[in-house]
């Protein structure tokens, strides 16, 4: 499989484009994003893929990166995410806001329902049987039944803050950031003690993205203000995510959270400072990260159960690149049925 992580990490090092004179204007434009995201998402279903093989066929570099990659490459999603909304609650307010509880909270909530609900198609299919309060909890993300559920409950929990906290302080950006970082951790103490870690570790990340949007024609202008002010930044950024991300490995309980949370902040930080001096260009890699992402992210594991106990995976690239191919169908599939189906009942515009 080392193979394929090199395949990887060479699409998206073919992406970069210098732009030295940058950072030009809308340097972090959804396309950019997508593109961050689709090459993250990559290595997600590749991460999960590798979860269903024996450790003897994965290879020295799979392994070290099994290893070693926690929550972190999920972590792009979560700033990016809160960067973007941010962005247009400054350009659109109220109005935007208002428009949470149908077009985010229950449109996301209803795309997870019906994928869940094709799950547990399969589980029977399969004659695997789970208990009613699971299915129950799983329809809310938070257990499974061979689906990927966590970030989804992540997610909708982000959103139910950002609601709640931009209705609380409508006229002061600042104000609601201080009343959503108070409901997340009330939520972070909670979750620390009723749900596995993964639930909690990189949740601030999504908060970090929001404060950089308030905060970025500022920040940027002094990083960007010569080469010196962007490698120390560079510098700086790179050494406090290591220090921080090897510090919360050998740390236990309340340090190994806070080294942690550094890290999942720090580490997409340096991506945004990548784009200030590159452009990314891959179409594939933005379809994967832009508005297939939900479908993608939530439907690839199907082909993976699918493909488990036969012996196809024997030969795993072939396996990989079978289920990749499947995963795309799928979710297109099911963006053009269910997906079209909800934006047209909630109204919501299509992401690209």
Same mark, same amino acid.
């Given at each position: +499989?080392?193979?394929?992580?090199?395949?990887?990490? =060479?699409?998206?090092?073919?992406?970069?484009?210098?732009?030295?004179?940058?950072?030009?204007?809308?340097?972090?434009?959804?396309? !950019?994003?997508?593109?961050?995201?689709?090459?993250? =998402?990559?290595?997600?279903?590749?991460?999960?893929?590798?979860?269903?093989?024996?450790?003897?066929?994965?290879?020295?570099? !799979? !392994?070290?990166?099994?290893?070693?990659?926690?929550?972190?490459? $999920? !972590?792009?999603?979560?700033?990016?995410?809160?960067?973007?909304?941010?962005?247009?609650? /400054?350009?659109?307010?109220?109005?935007?806001?208002?428009?949470?509880? $149908?077009?985010?909270?229950?449109?996301?909530?209803?795309?997870?329902?019906?994928?869940?609900? %094709?799950?547990?198609? %399969?589980?029977?299919?399969?004659? /695997?049987?789970?208990?009613?309060p699971?299915? %129950?909890l799983?329809?809310?993300?938070?257990?499974?039944?061979?689906?990927?559920?966590?970030?989804?409950?992540?997610?909708?929990?982000?959103?139910?803050?950002?609601?709640?906290?931009?209705?609380?302080? &409508?006229?002061s950006?600042?104000?609601?950031?201080?009343? =959503?970082?108070?409901?997340?951790?009330?939520?972070?103490?909670?979750?620390?003690?009723?749900? &596995?870690?993964?639930y909690?570790?990189?949740?601030?990340?999504?908060?970090?993205?929001?404060?950089?949007?308030?905060?970025?024609?500022?920040?940027?202008?002094?990083?960007?203000?010569?080469?010196?002010?962007?490698?120390?930044?560079?510098?700086?950024?790179?050494?406090?995510? %290591?220090?921080?991300?090897?510090?919360?490995?050998?740390?236990?309980?309340?340090?190994?959270?806070?080294?942690?949370? $550094?890290?999942?902040?720090?580490?997409p930080?340096?991506?945004?400072?990548l784009?200030?001096?590159?452009?990314?260009?891959?179409?594939?890699?933005?379809?994967?990260?832009?508005?297939? +992402?939900?479908?993608?992210?939530?439907?690839?594991?199907? &082909?993976? +159960?699918l493909?488990?106990k036969?012996?196809?995976?024997?030969? &795993?690239?072939?396996?990989?690149?079978?289920?990749?191919?499947?995963?795309?169908?799928?979710?297109?599939?099911?963006d053009? =049925?269910?997906?079209?189906?909800?934006?047209?009942?909630?109204?919501?515009t299509?992401?690209?």
């Open positions: +499989m080392d193979i394929v992580l090199a395949i990887l990490l =060479l699409l998206f090092i073919s992406s970069l484009r210098l732009n030295l004179a940058g950072p030009s204007a809308g340097y972090l434009n959804r396309d !950019t994003t997508a593109t961050i995201n689709g090459f993250f =998402l990559l290595l997600v279903m590749f991460s999960h893929f590798n979860t269903y093989l024996p450790a003897s066929s994965l290879g020295r570099l !799979t !392994t070290l990166w099994m290893t070693t990659k926690g929550e972190l490459i $999920v !972590t792009t999603f979560l700033f990016f995410s809160g960067f973007g909304i941010m962005e247009q609650l /400054q350009k659109r307010g109220t109005a935007y806001i208002n428009t949470f509880p $149908v077009k985010r909270i229950l449109f996301v909530w209803a795309k997870f329902f019906f994928a869940v609900s %094709l799950f547990l198609l %399969l589980a029977f299919c399969l004659h /695997q049987s789970y208990s009613f699971r299915i %129950l799983t329809y809310f993300g938070l257990t499974t039944i061979g689906n990927s559920g966590w970030y989804i409950f992540a997610i909708l929990l982000l959103y139910c803050l950002t609601y709640l906290a931009f209705k609380l302080a &409508p006229k950006h600042r104000n609601a950031l201080f009343y =959503l970082l108070a409901g997340l951790a009330i939520y972070i103490i909670i979750a620390s003690l009723s749900l &596995p870690s993964w909690h570790e990189t949740i601030l990340s999504y908060f970090a993205g929001a404060v950089f949007s308030l905060n970025q024609s500022k920040w940027c202008s002094f990083i960007n203000k010569n080469w010196r002010h962007y490698v120390t930044t560079g510098f700086v950024t790179l050494l406090l995510f %290591l220090s921080s991300y090897l510090l919360s490995a050998l740390s236990k309980g309340l340090l190994h959270y806070a080294f942690y949370q $550094v890290a999942a902040i720090s580490f930080f340096l991506f945004v400072l784009t200030m001096k590159m452009a990314l260009k891959n179409r594939f890699l933005k379809y994967v990260g832009g508005g297939a +992402m939900f479908s993608l992210y939530i439907l690839q594991r199907i &082909p993976m +159960m493909l488990q036969t012996s196809l995976m024997k030969t &795993p690239i072939i396996a990989f690149i079978l289920v990749l191919i499947t995963t795309l169908a799928l979710g297109w599939l099911f053009h =049925l269910i997906g079209h189906l909800l934006l047209r009942l909630t109204h919501k299509s992401a690209r």
